[in-house]
């Protein structure tokens, strides 16, 4: 069965530095991996995704992801956190030969950046 | 991308009684998801609905306790019957378009 594990519940950043948001996958396919993010009270928004081609896939809001299939990783990255940034934030896996199309979200990571 | 509205933005319920949560697309969609949100927690797929069949449910989820309607390519409804306190949630409907899944901004959903 297709699962998806965030590691992490709470990540904590000084604005101005890296950050990094943790995302392993278990597999038996191809899969399409995802990021979205949640602000409070407000739905999901697409930030990016890997299908092929390229391990490192640039998204919105200056976010980035690299796709690690040794290591079954999608971890989100961007190079300089805002204060803005602060929000949950959930990785998801689709499998190229599931029917069904459903996504697989793993139980969401909150990223808080301080001033 | 795609437009998703949902009706109502938020309710809050009394146990024993069903509410329907409509969602409308701004264009035709073979499927449309149903998600739930708990408090704190991630998103688990309730049903899938394509237009014209049942609904497929996921382990846990019942077509008696949540029952959905897909009259065309842009609508469908999904009811919470016989709502309980623990039904309270976000409730998100979702579609695919071109490899990209959308949501909805939810129905929160407080039942007393």
């Known amino acids: 069965a297709q699962s998806v594990a965030q590691p992490e519940d709470q990540v904590n950043v000084a604005e101005g530095n890296p950050l990094t948001v943790k995302c392993t996958y278990s597999?038996?396919?191809?899969?399409?991996l995802f990021w979205y993010v949640q602000y409070p009270n407000r739905g999901l928004q697409f930030l990016l995704k890997?299908?092929?081609?390229?391990?490192l896939v640039k998204g919105s809001y200056g976010f980035e992801a690299e796709f690690n299939k040794s290591q079954t990783s999608f971890h989100l990255k961007k190079p300089s956190a805002l204060v803005s940034d602060s929000a949950l934030y959930f990785c998801?896996?689709?499998?190229?030969?599931?029917?069904?199309?459903?996504?697989?979200f793993g139980g969401g990571t909150r990223l808080m950046v301080k001033p | 991308s795609a437009v998703i509205s949902q009706k109502p933005s938020r309710d809050i319920c009394q146990r024993g009684t069903s509410l329907t949560i409509q969602c409308q697309v701004d264009?035709?969609?073979?499927?449309m998801f149903w998600y739930r949100q708990q408090p704190g927690q991630s998103l688990t797929l309730i049903a899938t609905?394509?237009?014209?069949?049942?609904?497929?449910?996921e382990s846990g989820f019942v077509i008696d306790k949540f029952p959905i309607s897909r009259p065309n390519l842009t609508f469908s409804t999904l009811t919470v019957s016989n709502m309980s306190p623990e039904d309270s949630s976000i409730y998100l409907c979702?579609?695919?378009?071109?490899?990209?899944?959308?949501f909805g901004p939810g129905t929160r959903l407080t039942v007393l």
């Open positions: 979702s579609v695919e378009r071109d490899g990209e899944q959308f």
């Open positions: 890997y299908i092929t081609g390229d391990n």
């Open positions: 597999v038996s396919g191809n899969p399409y």
């Open positions: 264009s035709q969609v073979t499927m």
């Open positions: 998801a896996v689709r499998f190229l030969d599931n029917a069904g199309n459903m996504l697989t």
């Open positions: 609905a394509n237009q014209g069949s049942e609904a497929t449910y």
